[in-house]
C-alpha cells in the first residue's frame, strides 16, 4: 500500500481542481447509480 503522506500531495490536487473523492465501496456504487453525464473513476488500491 502507498504511504498516505507520499499520495496526499496527489490527492489535495486533484480534489482541488473539481475531482471528487471517492473512499468507500458505496460512494462509488452511489455514483454509478446516477447513470448520467461522464466519471472517470482511479485507484490506489493494494493488489493481492
Request: no cysteine; hydrophobic share 40%; net charge negative.
Amino acid at each position: 500500500m502507498y504511504d498516505p503522506l507520499m499520495i496526499q500531495p496527489m490527492r489535495d490536487e486533484l480534489t482541488r481542481v473539481g475531482f471528487k473523492e471517492l473512499r468507500t465501496p458505496e460512494e462509488v456504487d452511489a455514483l454509478m447509480e446516477k447513470k448520467e453525464g461522464t466519471s472517470l473513476i482511479f485507484s490506489l488500491a493494494k493488489r493481492n
